[in-house]
């Protein structure tokens, strides 16, 4: 079920009816879902379904759903199964044949893409990306050639590391639309490009919970270099740490040059 992502005037009258009359609510955070449920007068009993517990509580909620009880899962805040938990059990209940019900509300993804003026007839959601090093340049990598809209979410206290790495992958000047707060009292948007976006939040300390909407490849980011200049740039993105294979996949995404003859480049360095 979704549920309003900041203003509570943003869930639905259908969502409010179902969890009045459910028997149970598996909440994310019951202590989140307990302003909701206190700002409409709902005295629905709650059982805790976050990330830890997503397995071991599972089976309890599946045989509460087999007695017959009608339950309804929620996150903290939008949507479950988008960044949220909620996958393994949709899943399970699939499995045995219990049916399950959206109830449709607002999530940050789609809120973001409406108001980011970037083009919308085809996008990607990447979600969070991945801490570790090694499997973030993997993702950015592939992600390279994408002409779609791509949206991510993220932390603030990990937003300039990601807008550093987005600008190692990506020119600087591809634009992004940076969202703060949707629909909170502190609701922001910021657009410009990714070299600009780095300058404004290393003055502007990141505070709130961030929805980053990037730009898709277009014709404009190929650039002419010549063998000397693609050389030199691929000394410098070595010594950044990127592997051979990465550094050919991120010049063929910028140039007209394949990965492959590139990367024979690297071999002669």
Not at 46 to 60: A, E, G, I, M, P
Not at 187 to 212: M, Q
Request: charged fraction near 25%.
């Amino acid at each position: 079920m979704g549920t309003p992502i900041g203003n509570l005037e943003d869930i639905t009258f259908r969502a409010v009816r179902i969890l009045q009359t459910v028997d149970l609510i598996a909440a994310e955070d019951t202590r989140q879902t307990s302003k909701l449920l206190n700002h409409f007068q709902i005295a629905t009993p709650q059982v805790s379904y976050h990330q830890h517990s997503r397995f071991s509580r599972r089976d309890y909620l599946i045989d509460e759903l087999k007695q017959g009880k009608n339950i309804a899962l929620v996150t903290d805040a939008g949507m479950p199964c988008i960044s949220d938990p909620g996958y393994e059990l949709v899943k399970g209940c699939i499995e045995v044949q219990i049916p399950v019900m959206p109830i449709p509300g607002v999530t940050a993804v789609i809120t973001a893409l409406s108001v980011s003026g970037l083009p919308t007839e085809r996008f990607i959601f990447e979600g969070f990306l991945p801490t570790k090093r090694k499997e973030r340049e993997a993702r950015l990598t592939v992600l390279q050639s994408e002409r779609r809209t791509m949206v991510f979410y993220e932390a603030p206290h990990r937003l300039i590391e990601t807008l550093t790495d987005l600008n190692r992958f990506f020119p600087e000047c591809r634009e992004i639309v940076i969202t703060r707060e949707l629909t909170k009292i502190y609701e922001a948007v910021w657009r410009g490009s990714l070299k600009e976006a780095i300058a404004f939040y290393d003055k502007n300390s990141p505070k709130g919970e961030f929805t980053l909407v990037l730009g898709g490849k277009t014709g404009e980011d190929t650039l002419i270099l010549s063998e000397t200049e693609i050389k030199a740039e691929l000394i410098q993105l070595l010594n950044q740490g990127m592997s051979r294979s990465q550094a050919s996949q991120h010049l063929a995404s910028l140039t007209s040059l394949s990965r492959r003859q590139i990367y024979q480049l690297t071999l002669e360095l």
